[in-house]
Every structure is written in structure tokens, then in C-alpha cells.
T-cell receptor
């Protein structure tokens, strides 16, 4: 079945630690890829997206993600996390075979950054 | 530049009542999406609409749920005869087309 998998459901890091959140998808063909963040009590906000071109994508707040087509992966990274990065992170895929522009989301990864 | 507006933020309904959730997309956006979020389950796609048309409703339960996006006014997600299992956060998003989605703050529905 077509799906988006986020391997880590809960991650706890100390401030200044490096972060990598995994995302794999199982759609064939061309896809658009996204990472969204949801801070406590807030709506989802776009961190970064990949449509085409350079597979290393830089987003807001120091986040980046790398699209590896052969591995069907789009992992999110940040070299040094801050307490304010505590949030829920969602990977999303838009298969180009869809009848529209809807995104399919992973289950999310809850990140807690401790001081 | 107002974002996606959803109301109400919180909605409490007794079993058997109807719930109406409203979503006003961002200015200039003609595509609207509804998602449901349950704890530990992430965001589940429900329905995708353009003005006056349902484009994809593959994620909508077959009974009791309906959605519309009229020519004038907000998009409405309607749940008839609510049950406890309908308790969730419902998020609306909009886009101008093939770009990324912009999300609203959500409506948290509690069925008692």
C-alpha cells in the first residue's frame, strides 16, 4: 500500500545536539516532498519542500532535508537543536499521480528538546 | 494577509447531534483540503475541494460526513449524528494550486 513512514515517533534531545528525523515513502513515480512542523497549540507550518532540482533542500530555522530517490527517503536534519524546536514534525508526500494536490502525511515525530 | 481561518476552535457536541466546521481559505486560494488528526495517528486526508466541486473525497467516511465549498462563503465540513469516535482535531488547509498547503488552527471536536 502507498504510505509515508516516519520511523521515530518520539525523540528526546539535549540542546545543541544534532537532529535527524527519518521519512520514507512508498509511492512510485514523481513526488513532491514536504516537512511541516506543529508547535504546541499551533497550526502546521511549512519547514521546507522539494519539487525538483538540488536534492539537498534548505528550509527555515536552520532545517534541511535530503531527497534520496534510490532510497525513497526525505530525512530532515538540523545540526544543533534549540529548546524552541520542541514540536511535532510531519513528513508529507504529494504523488503526482493523484487526482489533485492533496498531501499524504506520516504519523509525525514528537521532538522534545531539553535544556 | 489573513491566513486560513477555522471556526469554531473548540466544539462540543452530544452524541447524535450535528457538527458544522467552517473554513475560510487564504485570499486567492481556490483549493481547500480537510484533514482529521487523532493522537498517535497523524493527519488523515479526508476531502479536497475546489469552488463548488468535490475533487477527491476518498478519505471521507461514506456515511454521516459531507463537505462543500460554495461559490460564496466558507467551506463547511458537516458531521451528522456524531459519535464518540468522531472526537478529533479537524484541520483545513488551502492552496492556490500545486504549491504547498497552508493550514488553519484547527477545530477540536469533542463528542460527549
Amino acid at each position: 500500500a502507498q504510505s509515508v513512514s516516519q520511523h521515530n515517533h518520539h525523540v528526546i534531545l539535549s540542546e545543541a545536539a544534532s537532529l535527524e528525523l527519518g521519512c520514507n515513502y512508498s509511492y512510485g513515480g514523481t513526488v513532491n516532498l514536504f516537512w511541516y512542523v506543529q508547535y504546541p497549540g499551533q497550526h502546521l507550518q511549512l519547514l521546507l519542500k522539494y519539487f525538483s532540482g538540488d536534492p539537498l533542500v534548505k528550509g527555515i530555522k536552520g532545517f534541511e532535508a535530503e531527497f534520496i530517490k534510490s532510497k525513497f527517503s526525505f530525512n530532515l536534519r538540523k545540526p544543533s537543536v534549540q529548546w524552541s524546536d520542541t514540536a511535532e514534525y510531519f513528513c508529507a508526500v504529494r504523488p503526482n499521480s493523484n487526482s489533485g494536490y492533496a498531501l499524504n502525511f506520516g504519523k509525525g515525530t514528537s521532538l522534545l528538546v531539553t535544556p | 494577509n489573513a491566513g486560513v481561518m477555522q471556526n469554531p476552535r473548540h466544539l462540543v457536541r452530544r452524541r447524535g447531534q450535528e457538527a458544522r466546521l467552517r473554513c475560510s481559505p487564504m485570499k486567492g486560494h481556490s483549493h481547500v483540503y480537510w484533514y482529521r488528526q487523532l493522537p498517535e495517528e497523524g493527519l488523515k486526508f479526508m476531502v479536497y475541494l475546489q469552488k463548488e466541486n468535490i475533487i477527491d473525497e476518498s478519505g471521507m467516511p461514506k456515511e454521516r460526513f459531507s463537505a462543500e465549498f460554495p461559490k460564496e462563503g466558507p467551506s463547511i465540513l458537516r458531521i451528522q449524528q456524531v459519535v464518540r469516535g468522531d472526537s478529533a482535531a479537524y484541520f483545513c488547509a488551502s492552496s492556490p494550486g500545486s504549491e504547498s498547503l497552508h493550514f488553519g488552527n484547527g477545530t477540536r471536536l469533542t463528542v460527549t
